[in-house]
């Protein structure tokens, strides 16, 4: 059977993604891209020409992120012009979705050398011109009428509520991911991965993490108020149309309660990263070592009212590809964009036990 190894992966430290605030804000998201794919090279040392594709995952495709991002930041960072390029949005998954996608060309036998990563900018959010609709189905009523598409913030407390998670517990789960961040910044875990992101001039542009909180306490989380609430009732269009109105087209009786806030949803943030991946042939042909194996990957959906609600359906999916179950993994990284999403996988769910759950800083 093919296999598509690993051979190293690097990113840039996180930046705070506001303008005036952030150390990367400033920066072109083609120079973020181009700043990992050059590490990768002087990391390993292969031939540009010999990448037979780059895939990067963007969501925000507009304003200096739209165009194929991929391409440009090969050509900025001096690939070869043989080496092409393609970028995809899969909303919060878009990533990985590269990295796998980077990987399916060498497991099916049709490459030999792939890059999977993206690059993301939330600082530039509302900078591509034009206002647009606010809704995902983009005024597709009809795709509305049977599919209702909230807020991810709002569904974030909509599964909350339907799970009967609290409040509480949501903020106990950001505090840990925040202590386990800043343990595994200390300890130097990421050392091996991250970059040091250069501006035009040569000045360092950032070498650090700059957003995770480590001074984060529990009674700090439990003064924020709600993040969802009002932007729950905001009538966006002359219809009035409200995301509140779009969760009680799905769940008529449901009285939401609202539990996110700044400090147990995701960051707003800068960054790129990249992961190299090989044929065992052309690794053993070019003394490539491997890090790691792509054992198996999977995709699946979930609803489209609920949005985060897929990761345990697919963590289920991926184990049953592999032959594998709970008790065979050591470690879950599980990335989105609220703590309730943890909340549902960790414990009872899936069964992971706490210990092999690791969480993204918020």
């Not at 949803?265 to 491997?290: Q, T």
């Amino acid at each position: 059977m093919a296999e598509a190894w690993i051979i190293d992966a690097c990113r840039t430290p996180r930046g705070i993604g506001k303008k005036g605030k952030g150390a990367l804000a400033d920066e072109h998201p083609q120079h973020l891209g181009a700043a990992v794919l050059k590490a990768l090279q002087e990391r390993v040392g292969f031939d540009t020409a010999d990448v037979d594709d780059i895939v990067f995952g963007t969501s925000s495709q507009r304003g200096p992120q739209s165009g194929d991002l991929a391409r440009m930041a090969a050509l900025d960072a001096g690939y070869d012009v043989k080496a092409s390029g393609v970028t995809l949005d899969r909303f919060c998954g878009s990533g990985i979705t590269s990295v796998n996608i980077a990987a399916a060309n060498i497991l099916a036998g049709m490459e030999d050398l792939t890059i999977g990563g993206g690059t993301e900018m939330m600082s530039l959010a509302g900078s591509g011109g034009g206002k647009g609709s606010p809704f995902l189905d983009n005024d597709n009523f009809r795709l509305r009428d049977v599919h209702p598409q909230p807020h991810q913030g709002v569904c974030a407390d909509t599964i909350a509520t339907l799970e009967g998670i609290n409040r509480e517990d949501l903020d106990k789960l950001a505090l840990v991911s925040q202590q386990r961040a800043d343990h595994a910044i200390k300890n130097g875990h990421f050392d091996k991965s991250l970059i040091t992101v250069y501006k035009t001039d040569g000045s360092i542009a950032l070498d650090h993490e700059e957003f995770p909180r480590p001074q984060t306490t529990l009674e700090g989380l439990g003064q924020l108020k709600p993040s969802f609430e009002v932007i729950a009732d905001i009538e966006l269009d002359e219809q009035g149309t409200t995301f509140r109105k779009l969760v009680k087209q799905a769940y008529p009786d449901l009285q939401i309660e609202h539990f996110h806030h700044a400090g147990n949803s995701s960051g707003v943030v800068d960054g790129a990263g990249a992961v190299l991946l090989s044929s065992p042939d052309y690794a053993k042909a070019h003394g490539l070592k491997p890090r790691a194996r792509i054992v198996a990957m999977c995709n699946m959906g979930d609803s489209p009212t609920l949005m985060l609600n897929a990761p345990v359906p697919a963590a289920r999916k991926v184990l049953k590809k592999a032959g594998m179950s709970i008790s065979d993994i050591d470690l879950f990284e599980i990335n989105e964009a609220a703590r309730m999403v943890q909340s549902a996988v960790h414990p009872d769910s899936i069964f992971v036990p706490p210990e092999s759950l690791t969480l993204p800083a918020n």
